[in-house]
Each structure stands twice: as structure tokens, then as C-alpha cells.
């Protein structure tokens, strides 16, 4: 007689390619239910979501083993609280904007009083919290020294076992990729940083993937040089990331940013901030600001200096491969 799967409710808010990897992880061994708990906008909107939550966990905690959350937020409270009440275990994922507290464009579970204290008693009763690198690690012990944790890097492999020829001639192209809604997307992102610097190096064509009809607005006065696209199925997204000689991460938060680290397996130069993840991904393989100078990046990207792109593919393989990922996670929620 087969022994029963272990049952595991899959709660998160945003779904995206990462949380999905996530997903398909865990369905491999085990028998997992998806809970979206859906972002909303308004107190009265967001308290249905949290009576909704309410009723699905008081009906349904019995039937599962594991509760594995996406980010900590609003959305966790309630599942970590039930796993703590009924002796389940809980896994906390820590992304980015978990940690983060920048009130100033009201961004991060940290930066509204009631928000920051739901986040934080996930995090202090969660059975396991498992920040995606080490920097969002140290901030979480800053934040809440009493939170059990562990890092696990998000991996990252070639669609369809591709071979690239990284000794071809790319396009004088700087790229970012950001899905932007809001002004609070296009700050954090650091995208009037990318369009700043787009003016000082008029040769350079620079493109920003992921900017929706309603945001375009927010990059005006648009230099000639700057083109915005919507966002684009991974397909054509690894096409850009085929064609950029650069790849740019300026934000003023971040986890461990995916399309870095995608443009960089594909063989970009990469330019970032010394911001979260952004430091780890690029090690010595590009540019890493400690403040935003774009006259340090103008002046790094005129230098044209030989950086071996299949060097900088090999070290994103080696740090964040995606089997690895896999075996710890599996190991770490089954221990």
C-alpha cells in the first residue's frame, strides 16, 4: 500500500514565474491546494479578503499537513496564526518587500503600523522563514532577532536547453524589465534612474519591458533614445535579454531580482544598485553602486571593457541553480 501524500495549502497574493517554480516544487511530492488571498485596494475590500481567508482556514485547516506562504504581508497572518493554534508547520517565503520600509512612497509590509505588526508575527511564529538570498536574511534578523530562518536561493535555468554563442556582437542596448502600474513601481525600481541615464548616453537605445498603458505617463517628457513595451510572454522577454549589451537594476529595494539574473544567464553586463540581492547576483561580474551616480554608469558603459559574458552565464548556473533550489526545499519542508 502507497503511503498518502502530505497535504500542503499553497497561499500567496501576486502569482508569478517564481512563485509558480515554487508551486511545482512542492506539487512533485507532495498533494498541494493553491490559496490566492487577492490584493486589493480599500479597508473594506481587504477585510473580505481576510474573512474569506477566515472562513477557508477554519473549514479547511484539518485537511492539510504543511502551510507555505508567499511573502509576509497581510496575507500570512492568518495562516501562520492557525498553523501555531493547530500544530502545523508553516514556511514563510521572504522576497523583498517583506523587509522593506519606505514610507515615503508607501512601500514594504513594514512601512504601515498594522501592516508591519501582522508581518512581524509571521515571521516570529512561522515554523521557518526562507528568505531567497542572505541580504534579506541579515535584514530579517534586524527587523525580528527572533525569527527562525533559513536561505534558499531561487534557481534559474536556459529555456529548452538553449546554446547561446555569447562571442556575438550585441546590440548597443541597456535593458530593464519591470512591471509597472504606479508611480510606487517606477520608484522602486529605480526607473527615473534607468531614464536618467538614458539622456547622458543618447547613442545607447534603452528599453523598458513590463510598462502598462497607464504608467507611460510617468516617464515624460520620453527620451528619443527610451522605448517602452508592455509586458511580454518569458519567450519574447529571453529574446530582449539575447539582444542587450546591458542589463540595469537600479531600484531602491529589492529581493533577488529574477530578470537580473536571467539577463545575466543570458549572457548581460550587469548595472545595479547595492540594494537587497542585487550585490549577490552581480559579484564581480559588472557594475555595483553604493549610491546612484549616473555618471559612474555613463562612464562604465563608455569604457566598453571585455567582460566574458559566458563567464558571467557560468557564475548565475553555479550560484542560483535551480536544482539546487529543488533539493533544498524539499529537503528543508519535509525535515
Known sequence: MTEAKQKIVFIYSPWSTFIKTDYDILASKYEVVKYQFKPQKGLIKVGLQFLKQLLFLAFNIWRFDILYIWFGDYHSFLPVLFSKVFKKKSFVVIGGYDVANLPEINYGSLSRPLRKKLTLFSFRHASLCLPVVEGL??????????????????????????????????????????????????????????????????????????????????????????????????????????????????????????????????????LGMEVGGITTAIDRFGLSMDNWTPDQASQFINQDRFLDRKKISEHITAKFDLSARIKKLLQTVSA
Not at 178 to 197: A, P
Not at 209 to 231: C, D, H, Q, R, T
Not at 233 to 252: G, H, M, P, T
Open 137 to 270: 536574511e541579515e535584514k530579517l534578523k534586524q527587523v525580528c532577532p527572533k525569527a527562525k530562518s533559513k536561505t534558499i536561493h531561487t534557481g534559474y535555468q536556459f529555456q529548452l536547453n538553449e546554446k547561446l554563442d555569447f562571442d556575438a556582437t550585441r546590440e548597443k542596448i541597456v535593458l530593464t524589465v519591470s512591471i509597472t502600474e504606479n508611480y510606487q513601481r517606477y520608484m522602486v525600481k529605480g526607473l527615473d534612474r534607468f531614464k536618467e541615464l538614458a539622456k547622458k548616453l543618447p547613442e545607447y537605445k534603452f528599453i523598458v519591458v513590463g510598462v502598462k498603458e497607464v504608467a507611460k505617463s510617468l516617464f515624460e517628457p520620453i527620451p528619443k533614445n527610451l522605448i517602452l513595451y508592455p509586458p511580454v510572454e518569458q519567450n519574447k522577454l529571453i529574446s530582449f535579454y539575447k539582444q542587450a549589451s546591458y542589463y540595469a537594476q537600479f531600484s531602491r529595494s529589492e529581493g533577488l531580482p529574477n530578470a537580473l539574473c536571467e539577463a545575466m544567464l543570458y549572457g548581460c553586463i550587469p
